[in-house]
Structures are given as structure tokens and as C-alpha cells.
């Protein structure tokens, strides 16, 4: 799992036929605090994030394996929106 941040969506209308109706976003991943430090990539949104929040993706053949994304041609999903993030006791993170 990694830390990334929903920097906007892809919008898709010829796709994999598994793949219609699944909400595509923008993603970069992005460290501790919330600094974005990766390239942008698509991921598939199964917990209905927005632009700007910071979530988790997990990503390769883990991808597949969320109930929503079983079998299906996936590599990066969105699986959950975080709410903080807290290191050696410091929290680096507070969702406004």
C-alpha cells in the first residue's frame, strides 16, 4: 500500500468491458506529510474519493484482489481516504 494524492479523474467511455461503471481518478503518490513526490497515474476508485484528498492505493496483482476488482485488468486501486497520518507520535497529516 501506498500513500497518494487524488489530483484529478480520467473520464473513459471505449473500455474493458469489467471496467464500466468504475470511477477513474488521477493519482500522485506522496509522503508523510502529504507532499506529492510520484508521477501521476490512474486508478481505480472503489471508496468514492475526491480531488485533493490523501488516500491509500494498493497497486499490481494486490489490486485484484479487492471484491470490486476481482479478476479484473487493474493495476491501481483506491482503497481507503485517510483522516490523519501520525509519526513517532508527530501528526504529519489532519484531514480538514
Same mark, same amino acid.
Given at each position: 500500500?501506498?500513500?497518494?494524492?487524488?489530483?484529478?479523474s480520467?473520464?473513459?467511455t471505449v473500455k474493458?468491458?469489467? !471496467?464500466?461503471?468504475?470511477?477513474? !481518478?488521477?493519482v500522485r503518490e506522496a509522503d508523510h506529510t502529504g507532499e506529492m513526490t510520484g508521477p501521476v497515474q490512474v486508478a481505480?476508485?472503489?471508496?468514492?474519493?475526491?480531488?485533493g484528498e490523501l488516500v491509500i492505493i494498493s497497486e499490481g496483482s494486490a489490486a485484484?484482489?479487492?471484491?470490486t476488482t476481482s479478476d479484473q485488468p487493474v493495476d491501481a486501486i483506491i482503497?481507503?481516504?485517510?483522516?490523519?497520518?501520525?509519526?513517532?507520535?508527530?501528526v504529519t497529516f489532519w484531514k480538514s
Open positions: 500500500m501506498r500513500i497518494a494524492r487524488v489530483v484529478g480520467a473520464v473513459s474493458e468491458a469489467s !471496467l464500466v461503471g468504475h470511477k477513474l !481518478l488521477l481505480v476508485d472503489v471508496v468514492g474519493a475526491g480531488t485484484r484482489q479487492a471484491r482503497m481507503g481516504i485517510l483522516d490523519s497520518l501520525e509519526v513517532d507520535g508527530t
